[in-house]
């Protein structure tokens, strides 16, 4: 018992005096040899691994075959999961990006502006199917208030699904009428 007495009052009295040493060192303007590593910011995980493109397919459908000029269209955009292990997936509309097309035109994207992501664990069958609605306009590389878009004239317009994180993942093309 003693011993371990000893052995901590002379561990404390050696930390004091290195600690002191430091601080007059420090103030006489000597580099003690102190140094700090940045810290790396944490990694989020869940233990959940992201889903391949190989598993991933995707749906896009609406019950309109026409719209009129200024006027709005919903779609049905599913992301179909067919893989046998659970992963996660972004299903916002940042990740989930329908596209209008009219010839090589590209008219508008629903990923102009930011949205907040919209993880999903998905496991083998599950659909996630979400509205998207297209106002007729004509978006540019910007983020701009629809209310400040162009409308698109008359003529016939193309609808397509696709994955940001995954580009290969298309759905098949949706044709309709704007009239």
């Not at 596209?99 to 599950?126: F, Y």
């Not at 208030?145 to 003529?155: T, W």
Request: aromatic share 6%.
């Amino acid at each position: 018992m003693l011993v371990l007495v000893l052995a901590l009052a002379g561990f404390c009295v050696y930390s004091i005096g290195r600690g002191a040493f430091a601080v007059g060192a420090l103030v006489a303007g000597h580099d003690v040899g102190i140094t700090r590593k940045a810290v790396p910011d944490p990694t989020p995980s869940t233990g959940v691994r992201d889903c391949v493109e190989d598993s991933i397919s995707l749906e896009l459908s609406t019950t309109a075959q026409t719209v009129p000029v200024g006027g709005s269209i919903d779609f049905a955009a599913g992301i179909v999961y067919s893989g046998t292990v659970s992963c996660l997936i972004d299903g916002s509309d940042a990740n989930r990006v329908l596209t209008i097309t009219s010839g090589d035109d590209q008219v508008w994207r629903s990923d102009s502006c930011p949205v907040e992501s919209r993880m999903l664990m998905m496991a083998q069958g599950d659909k996630d199917i979400q509205t998207m609605r297209w106002n007729t306009n004509r978006s540019g590389s910007e983020c701009v208030d629809d209310a400040d878009l162009p409308k698109v004239g008359a003529g016939t317009y193309v609808a397509q699904l696709s994955l940001k994180d995954h580009p290969e993942v298309v759905s098949q093309q949706v044709p309709f009428v704007v009239q």
